[in-house]
C-alpha cells in the first residue's frame, strides 16, 4: 500500500518551453500533497503543499508563477514549471500526505533544461 | 537555520554489525518524526516513526530512539546488511499550520560491508 508514482521520470526540454510533472496516490486518497525539489548533494527542499480544492502555499524564496501547482483530484497533483531555464534542472520529487502524518514519496522527476 | 541535523556524511559498517544513525533538531515544536532511505534518484522510502510522545519505536530490524530533553533522535539498524546501502534522512513535522509538512536532514551515507 501507500504507492505513489510520478510522471515522467525524466525530461529534457529546451530553455523557455514549460514542463509539466503529475503526481498520483495509487492506493490511497491524498488531500495535502507536497512537491520538494533536491540538487546534487542536497536535502530534500520542500517547494510548495498543495491542496486538494484550494490554492497551493508556497515556501519563502519559491516562485509561484514560475511553479504552477494545481491539485484537481484527491489522487492528482500537478507541477508545472513555466518557461523553463537551465538554473531549474533538478529532481523534482513529490509525496502525498497518508495516516499519522507520515508522507509516501514518488520516485521523482529528473528535468534537464538545455 | 538547519532546524534538523545529521552531522555524521557517512557512516560504514560490517555487515551483520549495528548501524546507529543519528540526528538532531532544534524546533521544540517538532512533535513527529521519520526515517527514510534514499537511493540516487528515486524517491524517499519510509522505514520508520516516532511520536513525541514515546522514546522508542521498534519494526523489525529498525529501532527509533527519541531523547526529547536532548533534542535527539537515532535510528538502529540490527543487524545490518549490505542491500541497506543508501542515503539515509531524518525528518521531523510539527503540528498547527505545518501539518504534514516535513522538515530534512542533509542525509548520511550507509554504507553496509560484506
Known amino acids: 500500500g501507500a504507492v505513489v508514482s510520478q510522471h515522467p521520470s525524466w525530461v529534457i526540454c529546451k530553455s523557455g518551453t514549460s514542463v509539466k510533472i503529475e503526481c498520483r496516490s495509487l492506493?490511497?486518497?491524498?488531500?495535502?500533497m507536497f512537491w520538494y525539489r533536491q540538487f546534487p548533494k542536497q536535502s530534500l527542499m520542500l517547494m510548495a503543499t498543495?491542496?486538494?480544492?484550494?490554492?497551493?502555499?508556497?515556501e519563502q524564496g519559491v516562485e509561484k508563477d514560475k511553479f504552477l501547482i494545481n491539485h484537481a483530484s484527491l489522487t492528482l497533483s500537478t507541477l508545472t514549471v513555466t518557461s523553463a531555464h537551465p538554473e531549474d534542472s533538478s529532481f523534482y520529487i513529490c509525496?502525498?500526505?497518508?495516516?499519522?502524518?507520515?508522507?509516501?514519496f514518488g520516485p521523482g522527476t529528473r528535468l534537464l533544461v538545455l | 537555520d538547519q532546524q534538523v541535523k545529521q552531522n555524521s556524511p557517512s557512516l560504514s559498517v560490517q555487515e551483520g554489525r549495528i548501524s546507529i544513525l543519528n540526528c538532531d533538531y532544534t524546533n521544540s515544536m517538532f512533535d513527529y518524526f521519520l526515517w527514510y532511505k534514499k537511493y540516487p534518484a528515486e524517491g524517499p522510502t519510509f522505514l520508520i516513526s516516532?511520536?513525541?510522545?514515546?522514546d522508542k519505536n521498534e519494526d523489525g530490524r529498525f529501532t527509533v530512539f527519541l531523547n526529547k530533553s536532548a533534542k535527539h533522535l537515532s535510528l538502529h539498524i540490527v543487524p545490518s546488511q549490505p542491500g541497506d546501502s543508501a542515503v539515509y534522512f531524518c525528518?521531523?513535522?510539527?503540528?498547527?499550520?505545518?501539518?504534514?509538512?516535513?522538515?530534512f536532514g542533509q542525509g548520511t551515507i550507509l554504507t553496509v560491508h560484506p
Open positions: 525528518a521531523a513535522s510539527a503540528g498547527g499550520t505545518s501539518y504534514g509538512k516535513l522538515t
Open positions: 498543495s491542496n486538494e480544492g484550494s490554492k497551493a502555499t508556497y
Open positions: 516516532i511520536s513525541s510522545i514515546k
Open positions: 492506493d490511497f486518497q491524498a488531500t495535502t
Open positions: 509525496s502525498a500526505l497518508g495516516g499519522a502524518k507520515t508522507q509516501y
